[in-house]
Nanobody
Framework: QVQLVESGGGLVQPGGSLRLSCAAS????????MGWYRQAPGKQRELVAS???????NYADSVKGRFTISRDNAKNTVYLQMNSLKPEDTAVYYC???????????????????WGQGTQVTVSS
């Protein structure tokens, strides 16, 4: 009943920038926390950044000062602005949402979580 759709990935040179977007669709009432994770080949999925309804943010040490997470609660959308990209930032980036409350025609549901399908970010010259 809730889907996350990501966009904005691609190929960029070292030092470049990309902006990822993730929109949650469905009859959503609220989302507690939204975030971005990434998974590089042969590595575990790791948290990149997260933001809650109140705007409190959390970043991985490796991206602090370079990435900025933000959200538009009215649009149920989260963004990740990535600057000064490095080759080690290359990974599939996944959007995640926790504490989703949503409704159907006959009931209310939640809290539930959801993942996006992932978007590839490649940093290479």
């Amino acid at each position: 009943q809730v889907q996350l759709v990501e966009s904005g990935g691609g190929l960029v040179q070292p030092g470049g920038s990309l902006r990822l977007s993730c929109a949650a669709s469905g009859s959503i009432l609220s989302i507690n926390r939204m975030g971005w994770y990434r998974q590089a080949p042969g590595k575990q999925r790791e948290l990149v950044a997260s933001i809650n309804t109140g705007g409190n943010t959390n970043y991985a040490d490796s991206v602090k000062g370079r990435f900025t997470i933000s959200r538009d609660n009215a649009k149920n959308t989260v963004y990740l602005q990535m600057n000064s990209l490095k080759p080690e930032d290359t990974a599939v980036y996944y959007c995640n949402a926790d504490g989703i409350m949503y409704r159907t025609s006959d009931s209310y549901y939640g809290p539930v979580g959801s993942w996006g399908q992932g978007t590839q970010v490649t940093v290479s010259s």
